[in-house]
């Protein structure tokens, strides 16, 4: 049975837009609570995590990937939480 990594890399791209999704919606919260309270260091923090979650399936390790073991390792859990394939 063969791999095809350009399909798989489909599937994990779509899994973290599936899991980022709650993450964007909780810091849209987070962010308009700091924007209420004027609190600019928690803006900065929100747009930055925001960006990153934005731009996880983006990554250069996912795309770098060459086997299937590679692009699980690709699974960026300082922005996406924990990793479903581990």
Do not use: C, H
């Not at 990594?5 to 308009?32: C, G, N, Q, S």
């Not at 923090?45 to 979650?53: D, E, P, V, Y």
């Amino acid at each position: 049975m063969s791999e095809d990594i350009t399909k798989a890399k489909e599937i994990f791209k779509d899994k973290i837009r599936e899991v980022r999704k709650p993450l964007l919606e909780a810091e849209d919260v987070a962010y308009m609570k700091a924007l209420e309270t004027s609190d600019s260091s928690a803006q900065t923090a929100s747009i930055n995590k925001k960006k990153a979650l934005r731009d996880a399936p983006a990554n250069s390790a996912i795309t770098n990937a060459d086997t299937i073991t590679k692009l699980k390792a690709a699974w960026d859990t300082s922005v996406l939480g924990t990793n479903p394939y581990t």
